[in-house]
């Protein structure tokens, strides 16, 4: 079965960093894109940022709001993601998903999205 | 950086009845656009790719469509486990997602 489970959310004070991470199962981690969504509770999904795969020298990129405090990185060995956050703000209180990013190939058009999702982990950011 | 709208917010529909959901992304996307459909307590689910294609195991009843700035999702006949909010995703550079759009039972 194709998964990806997050785990190390938790309580964090303001100011804090916390990682993250993403383990993945039934496919092969290696060829895959990873992404991190995150959701307020109530609110709508938002992209944090990608990491890919060993063909794209592992190169990264973050949404221009999380640039500077997100940092996203993998151990192939593991099978696994991280997404480390630090300076953590009440802002940052959400659900953190990570995704696989698939692509189709259609003629001349390469088309992306998000396929496999994890159910999440929740990061809460309070003193 | 694009950014993405979708409207309605909320749908009040019928079950049996067609619903249509609008989105917009703030320039061109060709047809990089998924739609993702998220229930309450769940995570997202992803319906439609490319602008038109649906993924595996997704009803016939959804349907998407549009190209460039403008697109729509189509289901043609709600059913009770379809109630949901639907938000849509560009990938034209770096992924983005709408506001989504609430689909409640009227």
């Not at chain 1, 997050?6 to 916390?18: A, D, K, R, T």
């Not at chain 1, 709001?65 to 630090?86: C, H, P, Q």
């Not at chain 2, 009845?17 to 060709?30: D, F, G, I």
Request: hydrophobic share 35%; glycine share 10%; proline share 3%.
């Amino acid at each position: 079965e194709v998964q990806l489970v997050e785990s190390g959310g938790g309580l964090v004070q303001p100011g804090g960093s916390l990682k993250l991470s993403c383990a993945a199962s039934g496919f092969i981690f290696s060829a895959s894109d990873i992404h991190w969504v995150r959701q307020a509770s109530g609110k709508g999904l938002e992209w944090v940022g990608r990491i890919g795969s060993k063909v794209d020298n592992y190169a990264t990129a973050y949404a221009a709001s999380m640039k500077g405090r997100f940092t996203i990185s993998r151990d192939e060995s593991r099978n696994t993601a991280y997404l480390e956050v630090s300076s953590l703000t009440i802002e940052d209180t959400a659900l953190y998903y990570c995704t696989r990013h698939e692509t189709y190939t259609a003629g001349y058009y390469f088309y992306y999205y998000m396929d496999v999702w994890g159910k999440g982990t929740t990061v809460t950011v309070s003193s | 950086e694009i950014v993405m709208t979708q409207s309605p917010a909320t749908l009040s529909v019928s079950p049996g009845e067609r619903a249509t959901l609008s989105c917009r992304a703030s320039q061109s996307v060709v047809n990089n656009l998924a739609w993702y459909q998220q229930k309450p307590g769940q995570t997202p689910r992803l319906l439609i790719y490319g602008a038109s294609t649906r993924a595996t195991g997704i009803p016939a009843r959804f349907s998407g469509s549009g190209s460039g700035t403008e697109f729509t999702l189509t289901i043609s006949s709600l059913q009770s486990e379809d109630f949901a909010v639907y938000y849509c995703q560009q990938y034209n550079n770096w992924p983005s997602f709408g506001p989504g759009t609430k689909v409640d039972i009227k």
